[in-house]
């Protein structure tokens, strides 16, 4: 491991995130986002906000993304040198004030943006206008055994109008958090639940903004939110979940998962936890 790669590893131990990391070159992102253009084309917007589940399996351009080496590098940095592909997701949040009503999804793996204003975030929301309410990633996902990062791979920019990602930074020490049915409408998460505001410390909230092409990458307890998308721009990103080979799937009705698409990425796998595809 580079010295740099040992600092992002401490720096991510310490505060459950890192932000801003360069992935793509103006070729790559322009590629990939001429490719994803296609897709809405094909199947229309309503479909590629959430629908895009797992289709690293079906084109290669997205395997290139999921698989590509500055991407592993960070990730074999956290995790160690044996990595498996656990699940990924295009997401689009399309600006919020051409929506109707919002879509409840099986995934919460979206990430938005810091707080606007209190006032104009108390009229968004109760409008029922999409955001993401406080939650921890690992509250979803039935694994054991080892963390599960989340890449969020920008091919918008992500910026506090469009909704970038705000966390809390550290908050991935305090283990799983109690959460409830959320109080505003338009709550993202499908099972509508969110961490009360009193166990967040919204105060601490830091605003994680990305460019085009930049990625950020969290740790499946850490505290994270968003606000809805109130621009008028786009902001599309691709979302990937990572684990170490030692990580298993569990039995949990309450966080119930199928992980499908499960492949190494990296590395040599002894435990073959996931090789049972009906899991």
């Known amino acids: 491991m580079t010295a740099s790669m040992a600092t992002l590893k401490e720096t991510y131990n310490r505060e459950g995130y890192l932000s801003a990391l360069p992935i793509l070159s103006e070729t790559e992102l322009r590629e990939a986002r001429q490719a994803f253009s296609e897709?809405?084309?094909?199947f229309g917007e309503e479909y590629t906000q959430y629908s895009l589940h797992n289709v690293h399996l079906q084109y290669q351009w997205v395997m290139g993304l999921a698989k590509h080496p500055r991407v592993l590098q960070v990730v074999q940095a956290v995790l160690g040198?044996?990595?498996?592909?656990?699940?990924?997701?295009?997401?689009?949040?399309?600006?919020?004030?051409k929506a109707?009503?919002?879509?409840?999804?099986?995934?919460?793996?979206?990430?938005?943006?810091?707080?606007?204003?209190?006032?104009?975030?108390?009229t968004t929301?109760?409008?029922?206008?999409?955001y993401v309410a406080w939650h921890q990633d690992m509250r979803y996902w039935g694994i054991a055994g080892g963390p599960v990062l989340?890449?969020?791979?920008?091919?918008?920019d992500s910026l506090k109008e469009n909704g970038a990602l705000q966390v809390i930074p550290?908050?991935?020490?305090?283990?799983?958090l109690p959460h409830r049915l959320a109080v505003m409408p338009g709550n993202m998460l499908s099972v509508n639940q969110e961490i009360p505001e009193e166990l967040v410390e919204p105060e601490k909230a830091v605003l994680c903004?990305?460019?085009?092409?930049q990625m950020s990458v969290h740790d499946g307890l850490l505290v994270h939110a968003s606000d809805p998308n109130t621009s008028q721009k786009r902001r599309c990103g691709y979302v990937i979940r990572y684990v170490p080979t030692c990580a298993y799937p569990i039995q949990d009705p309450d966080r119930p998962r199928k992980f499908h698409a499960t492949?190494?990425?990296?590395?040599?796998?002894?435990?073959?936890?996931?090789?049972?595809k009906s899991l």
């Open 125 to 130: 929301q109760e409008n029922g206008l999409p």
């Open 81 to 97: 040198d044996d990595v498996i592909l656990l699940d990924s997701r295009f997401i689009c949040k399309y600006p919020a004030l």
């Open 39 to 42: 897709l809405e084309k094909e």
């Open 100 to 122: 109707n009503i919002p879509s409840k999804h099986a995934d919460d793996s979206i990430v938005t943006s810091e707080e606007e204003e209190v006032k104009e975030d108390m």
């Open 170 to 176: 550290g908050s991935h020490d305090s283990g799983m």
């Open 150 to 156: 989340s890449v969020w791979l920008a091919l918008d």
């Open 263 to 276: 492949m190494l990425v990296s590395g040599t796998d002894q435990f073959k936890n996931f090789s049972d």
């Open 209 to 213: 903004p990305l460019l085009a092409g």
